[in-house]
């Protein structure tokens, strides 16, 4: 509490630019990271039914869309794969050479200012849809596995580092995999390769388009066996923990806007740098909402903006990144 308290904090909120020296919390467009979508073997982009204004890219145009990321001024992207070919072991996903190394590739020669980073993940490119191998236990029933997952999953953040991505992001939730992955990395002769790690990351709703989206809803069962209990905090603590010992250089915490008390308590407990993930759920929302007229699009989204920054993350990974920037100029 201020020892000296305003009777009339009203006073400071008359004038814009009162409100705006005293603000906290700014947003920039440097402070967002934009998803791209890219489908294999596809000339044209596609639309996303759930998520108005985003696409499935093609390698075709992604020249053009990169320069068009660049130019609003946005700083990085995060790349999904969408391959034609699904398997078991989602080969499609670290062979070299796949759909994301050409990607990086047609990327870097389009606009090699513009930040790549790569999500790290099985489950675009398995049949089953799952995050990790899948396999039986010793009682017949079938699970995600760990540690086969964790070869699978370091082989293809080589994969994507070999072909120019500046940092990459493990989204899958096996334990152990930032250990793995950054061995990997140092003894290809990439020690300066970050990681983001989605250490924080949930089993929620909300990612239902990103899987429509990605066509990476699992077969059977559903991520809780690997992802995050919503109900927990302290849970975060012991990840966040554990990841940043194991190489971590960067926390992410995934969805953002009801995990708004997650991001603080990582923020206030460890000093590292945080990021949240705007997903496409959260997403959708607001854009069927404002399709409706119920919400001002542009209001909502610099507000939920701001709001994921005040609650503590450093940057925001967004599928309103071109829409923020644009508003923002
Ligand atoms: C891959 C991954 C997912 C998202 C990011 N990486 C899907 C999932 O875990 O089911 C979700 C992103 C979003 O909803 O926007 N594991």
């Known amino acids: 509490m201020s ?29 967002l990271v934009f998803p791209l979508f890219i489908r294999e073997g596809e000339k044209e982009a596609k639309a996303i039914p759930s998520m108005p204004g985003i696409y499935q890219h ?24 969408i ?60 699970i995600v596995e760990n540690d086969s997952s964790l070869e699978l999953l370091s ?5 994507y580092v070999r072909a120019g991505a500046d940092m990459v992001a493990p989204s899958d939730m096996m334990d152990g995999r930032v250990q793995k992955i950054r061995d990997e990395l140092d003894a290809a002769g990439f020690k300066e390769t970050p990681i983001l790690s ?3 990351k949930y089993a929620s709703s909300f990612y239902g388009p990103f899987r429509e989206a990605a066509g990476s809803a699992p077969e059977f069962g559903d991520r809780s066996s690997y992802q995050m209990d919503p109900a ?27 995990y708004l008390d997650v991001i603080r308590m990582l923020k206030e407990n460890f ?3 945080l990021a949240a993930y705007q997903v ?39 599928y309103f990144a071109k829409e923020a920037a644009k508003y923002l100029e």
Not at 95 to 110: F, H, T, V
Not at 121 to 136: D, F, P, Q, R
Not at 311 to 318: E, N, R, V
């Open 3 to 31: 020892p000296f308290p305003i009777h009339r904090p009203r006073r400071l909120r008359q004038n814009p630019f009162i409100r705006s020296l005293i603000r906290e919390t700014k947003v920039g467009v440097e402070d």
């Open 271 to 273: 000093n590292a740098p």
């Open 198 to 200: 989605y250490a924080v």
């Open 232 to 258: 927990n905090l302290h849970e975060a603590l012991r990840e966040a923990a554990l990841d940043l010992e194991e190489g971590a250089d960067i926390l992410m915490v995934k969805p953002a806007f009801g």
């Open 58 to 81: 093609s390698l075709n145009h992604l020249a053009k869309e990169a320069k068009e990321i660049f130019h609003l001024g946005i700083p990085a992207v995060i790349l999904f794969g």
């Open 280 to 318: 496409s759920g959260e997403y959708s929302m607001m854009k069927a909402a404002a399709q409706k007229g119920w919400i001002d699009e542009k209001k909502a989204v610099l507000e939920c903006l701001t709001c994921i920054k005040r609650a503590g993350a450093d940057f925001i990974l967004t």
């Open 155 to 159: 082989k293809m953040a080589g994969a």
């Open 83 to 142: 391959p034609r070919q699904k398997d078991l072991l989602g080969k499609s996903g670290y062979e070299e050479g796949n759909i994301i190394c050409e990607a990086i590739d047609r990327m870097k020669q389009a606009t090699p200012e513009l930040g790549v980073i790569t999500d790290v993940c099985l489950c675009e490119y398995t049949s089953h849809g799952h995050c990790g191998v899948v396999a039986k236990n010793g009682a017949g029933k079938k």
